[in-house]
């Protein structure tokens, strides 16, 4: 019985490509993580500053917000697989000439900022190809929502060593080797795109002008609920709370008195977080309510956030870190996966990219946000007020979150008006 449960929890590694994937990723994940905690705790050390804090956040992710409509575009009329290539190769110039910088000791406040809008740019495509292409390597359908959510367990399991791996090369080494070894890492996941073994590309025959793909996407979102108020919910979430974790390094050093290494294990123990909510939600039967599970974890993250706020005590703060990465990356896994299932195979791309803009386009305004409000009040007052909010969203959409599920009458209906949406648009 324990046997069949573990090979349920990871059954989407039947499928040769998600495998080679997953692997290839973990290793990129762990080496972009290490980058993102490197380049926050650079920028701190030279500035001091709240708001430059949130501004390098806004710089390395609004241009995702800009241009992710036409990166969802992309994934929707190229080949995906070349598309993603491209980006991965495109990734690994920007963090070599980051570490290049460093190691010479050529680096600005402005120049990193400049490398992070540029990386920016390439997440535009990135993400609108990576998640639908996860369509395409999985041939067993009924393994996607499982392999959805050990794609998040990846992501997350960096999250947990990517961090703590960067405090400590950070002390002993210094940022630029941090920044070397996340370029070298995209060697392991464009090795792994070139042994895959995926169906040929079949083109659209029919190219439409973007500006009509643009407007399709959006009345299908507008016509279908199901999907849009899912989305809106993420965006107030990544707009107003989602955006703490840019006040992580004033806690390292001002309230817990640590250095880089310090700012490294709080992620971590985030992270370790977030790696228990994917297995938990790997392991959840395909029957599950996702929606009362997602309105559960988000009052779980609001509650941690308001708990953490105020805990001078490191070892008891880490543990409300802990619970707060539950809470926050089973929200975020549940909204994704919600999405995409229930999406058009046709608008997949589209929809993608619309999420980036929820995601994207709110984070990084949010992070400029609580620079500010952090400048005024204090981070440990602004995460408190975060912390509310996210118990404030909760509030606000769990009457459609506590529906009872669709029963099979209403999933034939449902269908049917996806058909009909697609027909009008």
């Known amino acids: 019985m324990k046997t069949n449960k573990i090979a349920s929890t990871f059954r989407a590694f039947r499928n040769r490509n998600y495998s080679l994937f997953f692997c290839g990723q973990s290793i990129s994940q762990i080496g972009t993580w290490m980058q993102r905690t490197g ?36 994934s929707d009329r190229y080949s995906r697989y070349k598309v993603l290539l491209l980006t991965q190769i495109a990734s690994m110039v920007q963090a070599v000439l980051l570490a290049l910088l460093t190691l010479t000791n050529h680096y600005t406040v402005w120049g990193i900022l400049t490398l992070s809008i540029i990386l920016g740019v390439i997440n535009a495509f990135d993400v609108p190809v990576r998640q639908p292409l996860i369509h395409e390597m999985v041939t067993d359908k009924t393994d996607l929502p499982n392999a959805l959510a050990l ?22 080494f210094g940022a630029g080797t941090c920044f070397l070894l996340n ?78 290494a310090t700012f490294g294990y709080i992620n971590s123990f985030i992270g370790l977080g977030a790696v228990g909510s ?23 993250f609001g509650i941690c956030l308001i708990l953490f706020s105020h805990i001078s005590y490191f070892p008891l703060a880490m543990l409300f870190a802990i619970l707060t990465g539950f809470g926050m990356m089973s929200q975020s896994t549940i909204c994704l996966t919600i999405i995409q299932v229930n999406s058009a195979q046709k608008m997949r791309g589209r929809v993608m990219s619309y999420i980036a803009m929820s995601y994207f386009g709110m984070l990084p305004l949010g992070s400029l946000l609580i620079g500010i409000i952090s400048q005024q009040t204090g981070a440990p ?10 118990l404030i969203i909760a509030a606000v959409f769990s009457k459609y979150l506590r529906k009872n599920r669709l029963d099979k009458k209403n999933i034939k209906q449902l269908k049917e008006d996806e058909e009909v949406v697609m027909e009008r648009i």
């Open 39 to 74: 380049v926050s705790w650079v920028i701190y050390t030279m500035t001091h500053s709240a708001f430059m804090l949130g501004l390098t956040v806004f710089a390395s992710q609004f241009p995702s917000f800009l241009f992710s409509l036409l990166g969802g575009i992309a």
């Open 278 to 300: 994917s297995v938990f939600l790997a392991s959840l039967k395909p029957e599950a309510d996702l929606k009362i599970v997602l309105l559960a974890n988000s009052v779980i």
């Open 183 to 260: 370029g070298l890492s995209f060697l392991a996941v464009i090795i792994s795109l070139l042994f895959m073994k995926l169906p040929g590309y079949i083109p659209s025959p029919v190219k439409k002008k973007i500006k009509y793909e643009l407007a399709e996407g959006f009345a299908y979102l507008k016509n279908t609920p199901s999907i849009s108020i899912i989305m809106l919910m993420l965006a107030l979430t990544s707009l107003l709370v989602l955006p703490y974790n840019t006040l992580l390094p004033v806690f390292a050093k001002v309230i817990f008195k640590g250095d880089a």
């Open 381 to 390: 007052n602004a995460i408190l007020c975060q912390g509310i909010i996210a």
């Open 151 to 172: 794609n998040s367990s990846m992501v997350n399991l960096a999250r947990l060593t990517g961090p703590a791996l960067s405090g400590i090369i950070l002390v002993k």
